[in-house]
Every structure is written in C-alpha cells, then in structure tokens.
C-alpha cells in the first residue's frame, strides 16, 4: 500500500501542515488559557483576604501541579500510543491503550487520597513557621488533592479526544469546569447569596466543584460522541508490555510535569530564608507564566498527534514541517508574553492587593525572568515531538536542564554568593538558554536516524 492510500482516510496524514496545526491546537491553546485562568482565580481571590492566605495556597500549589503531572502524564502516554496506532491501522492496541490507561488512572486517585491524608501537613509545614499559614494551607490541601479523582479522569478522557483529531469537546470541557469554579469562588470565599464565608476553603470546594463538573460532561461526550477509540473493562487483562509502553512515555511526561512542584518547593526553600513576601512573589509569576506558557502546551497538544500520526505512518518529512510550525508559532507566543511581563508587570500584581514592598520585588523578578521566554520556545517544542516520537528519555533530559538541573543549584550558590533574589531571578534565563541548546543537539541526532529510515524505506 502506497504512503497517499496509507494516510488518505485520515486529515493528520493529508492535510495541510499549517492548517492542520492550528486547527488542532486553537482549540486545546483556548482549553490552556482557561486552565490558566481558573488556576489564576483561586490566587486573586485569595489574595483579598489576606497576604498570609495567599502564601498557604502558594505553598500547596506543587502538590496541586503533582496531581496535574500524574493526569497529564497518564494522558499523554495514552495520547501518544492511540495517535500512533491510529497510524499503524491496529485497532486493538487502540482500544488496549485506552482501557489500560483508565486503569491505570483508578490507581492514581487512591494514591492522591493517601497523599493528601497524610501528606498534607507535613508538606506545607516545611515552607512556613506560621501556625495561621499551616491551618489555611492544610484546609485547601486535603479538599484539592484528596477529591482530585475527578480531574484525573476527565485529563484522561480529554487526551482520547485528542489522539483522535477531536479538539473541540476538549476545549468544551474545560470551558464549563472554569467557568463553574470562577463562579463559585467569590460565592463560597466570601460568603455571598446566603453562602457562608469559607475563606480558603471555599476556594477549594470551587475549584474541586469545577472539576468534577468537567469530568462528568467528559464521561457523557465519551458515552455519546463515537470517538473510534473503546474502553473496554469487561474481561480486561494486563497486556506488560502495553503497560510499558504507556508509563514509557507517561513516567518522564510525568516527572516533566512534576518538576514544576519540586522547583516551586526548592525555590520556596531558599527564597523563606530571604523572605516570606519572595515566597508570595514567586507564587504569583509562577500561576501568570501559565497564561504564556499553557497556549504552548495546546499548541504541543495539537501538535502531538499529528507527528505520532506521521511517525506511524513513516512520514518523516511531513513530521519534520509539522514541527518548524509548531516552533515558529510557539516562538510568537514567548515574544508576546515577552512583552506582557515588561510592560505590565506592576499592573499585574496590583491585581493581587500588591503592596509597595511587593511591586518593587515583582516587577523586578518578572523583568528578568521574562528573558528566557523567547528562548524556551526550542526546548518547550522539541521536547514535546519526543514525547510524541516515544522518546520520554529524551523529553526529560531537555526539561531537566530547564528545570531542575540548572535553577535550584545555581539560585542556591548565587544567593549564597550575595546575588539574593537577583541571583534566584537570573537562573531562569540561564536555564532556557542551555536547554535549547542541548534540544536541537539531541534532535538533530534523532533526526539523522530518522533519514536513514527513510532511505531504507525507499530501497524497500
């Protein structure tokens, strides 16, 4: 069978790159943004009522990204093996690798119910000696984390639609489950239409709301819209190596994820010992970087399937095109946020009750960072084709350098060396620099491998 009757039934092997690319990632750009949203409400509310309740949901947020690393995770790895089995025209792994991945997922939520039982505490007491802090930041915890099933499952049914071309239902869901938490806040935060006044905990019942509302129109798009791919829990059986190939891609997508919460707790670390209003500070710009960066990961989304698709498929090239769009347009997205953060950044934290101390350390930690943003573009994408490619391994070498190798080691010896939050602020910029870097070295290699294939193909 030819490559043209291979791909014809199927846009992702036909359409036009550009096109395709954006009509795909619009859609899950838009799902991002909302997410950024609905993760910036709880801050802005919280922020009303008090600097210290600010800092306890700041102190949680890893743990809450933790959750979102393990869905995402999970998601990805399923995404990445239906797109790709799409390609290949096997059915049965299709419907394998979905019904593995929900499986696997009831595992999770038991997981982040003991995690938020008896984790909780422990956690947000290593960041804070303030007993008000402690109590406020358990509250929000136990709800967030122990009730995050729901948002387990619906990233799960959202990354099915995805693998499928489906953008649309995606983006729908989260629309309601934002828009259902941005509503709640300010009721069951303070209290209005009869509603008692909860404070954090009201922001987490909003925001556990909303995501149970998401998960369920999930289940009811599932159940309605044929989406080609099947879960089947009847009889099911573990399939090892389908097992592996999942966690193959959803261990490092995974530990990716998760690097923000442990950057976010070592960062929290060392700026405590600088000061309490730093810790709020960066709690802050690292809920607003969302609003950059989540429009690349919709981007990512839509580009993912479409180069698993390919590299099924042995279309190397229209791979190959699918990701220089996907880096131009990324590109334009940083430059923007470039902007954003130095122009605005003083309006921005007069958004959260900014008080004079907290607008001269934000602006000038948000002017800095902004830097690296342009940069990030080659390592955020690229990053993002080998986790579509299968390639976990080196997906995690590329954000390892940006975030965990390079940021804490060297904001520790730079504070160390007198530098104070400037030398935390500068490592940002570093980072991105030399993980693009190491990108495209590790691409071009994988793309050499790649020609060779294709001229292997052509002999045959």
């Given at each position: 069978?030819?490559?043209?009757?291979?791909?014809?039934?199927?846009?992702?092997?036909?359409?036009?790159?550009?096109?395709?690319?954006?009509?795909?990632?619009?859609?899950?750009?838009?799902?991002?943004?909302?997410?950024?949203?609905?993760?910036?409400?709880?801050?802005?509310?919280?922020?009303?009522?008090?600097?210290?309740?600010?800092?306890?949901?700041?102190?949680?947020?890893?743990?809450?990204?933790?959750?979102?690393?393990?869905?995402?995770?999970?998601?990805?790895?399923?995404?990445?093996?239906?797109?790709?089995?799409?390609?290949?025209?096997?059915?049965?792994?299709?419907?394998?690798?979905?019904?593995?991945?929900?499986?696997?997922?009831?595992?999770?939520?038991?997981?982040?119910?003991?995690?938020?039982?008896?984790?909780?505490?422990?956690?947000?007491?290593?960041?804070?000696?303030?007993?008000?802090?402690?109590?406020?930041?358990?509250?929000?915890?136990?709800?967030?984390?122990?009730?995050?099933?729901?948002?387990?499952?619906?990233?799960?049914?959202?990354?099915?639609?995805?693998?499928?071309?489906?953008?649309?239902?995606?983006?729908?869901?989260?629309?309601?489950?934002?828009?259902?938490?941005?509503?709640?806040?300010?009721?069951?935060?303070?209290?209005?239409?009869?509603?008692?006044?909860?404070?954090?905990?009201?922001?987490?019942?909003?925001?556990?709301?909303?995501?149970?509302?998401?998960?369920?129109?999930?289940?009811?798009?599932?159940?309605?819209?044929?989406?080609?791919?099947?879960?089947?829990?009847?009889?099911?059986?573990?399939?090892?190596?389908?097992?592996?190939?999942?966690?193959?891609?959803?261990?490092?997508?995974?530990?990716?994820?998760?690097?923000?919460?442990?950057?976010?707790?070592?960062?929290?670390?060392?700026?405590?010992?600088?000061?309490?209003?730093?810790?709020?500070?960066?709690?802050?710009?690292?809920?607003?970087?969302?609003?950059?960066?989540?429009?690349?990961?919709?981007?990512?989304?839509?580009?993912?399937?479409?180069?698993?698709?390919?590299?099924?498929?042995?279309?190397?090239?229209?791979?190959?095109?699918?990701?220089?769009?996907?880096?131009?347009?990324?590109?334009?997205?940083?430059?923007?946020?470039?902007?954003?953060?130095?122009?605005?950044?003083?309006?921005?934290?007069?958004?959260?009750?900014?008080?004079?101390?907290?607008?001269?350390?934000?602006?000038?930690?948000?002017?800095?960072?902004?830097?690296?943003?342009?940069?990030?573009?080659?390592?955020?994408?690229?990053?993002?084709?080998?986790?579509?490619?299968?390639?976990?391994?080196?997906?995690?070498?590329?954000?390892?350098?940006?975030?965990?190798?390079?940021?804490?080691?060297?904001?520790?010896?730079?504070?160390?060396?007198?530098?104070?939050?400037?030398?935390?602020?500068?490592?940002?910029?570093?980072?991105?620099?030399?993980?693009?870097?190491?990108?495209?070295?590790?691409?071009?290699?994988v793309w050499k491998r790649l020609k060779k294939q294709m001229e292997c193909d052509r002999i045959e």
């Open positions: 069978m030819s490559q043209s009757e291979r791909n014809h039934e199927n846009p992702m092997g036909t359409k036009p790159i550009m096109p395709l690319l954006m009509s795909m990632s619009v859609p899950a750009m838009v799902s991002m943004l909302i997410q950024s949203l609905y993760n910036i409400v709880d801050s802005l509310f919280v922020g009303r009522l008090s600097q210290e309740a600010l800092t306890a949901v700041s102190l949680v947020f890893p743990l809450q990204n933790l959750v979102l690393a393990v869905a995402v995770g999970t998601g990805v790895g399923v995404n990445a093996s239906i797109a790709r089995s799409m390609g290949e025209k096997n059915q049965r792994e299709v419907d394998e690798a979905a019904s593995h991945g929900l499986v696997l997922t009831f595992f999770h939520i038991l997981f982040f119910v003991l995690l938020g039982l008896f984790g909780s505490r422990w956690f947000v007491g290593l960041f804070t000696d303030s007993a008000d802090i402690l109590e406020m930041g358990c509250d929000y915890s136990y709800i967030v984390i122990c009730l995050s099933g729901a948002s387990l499952v619906h990233i799960l049914i959202e990354k099915i639609f995805q693998a499928t071309g489906r953008m649309l239902m995606p983006m729908i869901m989260q629309i309601v489950g934002a828009v259902v938490n941005i509503i709640l806040d300010p009721i069951l935060i303070f209290g209005l239409l009869g509603a008692p006044a909860l404070g954090v905990k009201g922001a987490a019942i909003a925001t556990v709301i909303g995501q149970c509302c998401a998960c369920s129109l999930a289940i009811i798009l599932y159940v309605k819209r044929d989406c080609g791919v099947h879960i089947r829990l009847k009889g099911f059986r573990w399939n090892g190596s389908m097992v592996k190939r999942l966690y193959g891609v959803a261990i490092p997508s995974g530990m990716i994820m998760s690097m923000p919460s442990i950057l976010v707790g070592l960062l929290n670390g060392i700026l405590a010992g600088l000061s309490q209003l730093a810790v709020a500070v960066f709690g802050i710009y690292f809920k607003l970087q969302t609003f950059v960066y989540m429009p690349s990961n919709g981007l990512i989304q839509g580009m993912r399937p479409i180069i698993s698709y390919n590299y099924g498929a042995r279309n190397y090239k229209r791979m190959q095109r699918t990701l220089h769009c996907s880096i131009a347009v990324t590109a334009a997205i940083m430059a923007v946020g470039t902007i954003l953060f130095l122009a605005g950044g003083k309006w921005i934290l007069l958004m959260f009750g900014g008080t004079e101390e907290m607008l001269d350390m934000g602006v000038q930690a948000f002017r800095i960072i902004c830097v690296g943003f342009i940069f990030s573009a080659l390592g955020v994408i690229i990053a993002g084709a080998f986790e579509a490619l299968g390639m976990g391994g080196h997906s995690l070498i590329i954000s390892l350098l940006r975030q965990m190798m390079i940021i804490p080691p060297l904001a520790f010896l730079l504070v160390r060396a007198g530098l104070g939050l400037t030398g935390v602020w500068i490592t940002f910029p570093i980072a991105e620099v030399t993980a693009s870097i190491a990108a495209v070295i590790l691409y071009q290699t």
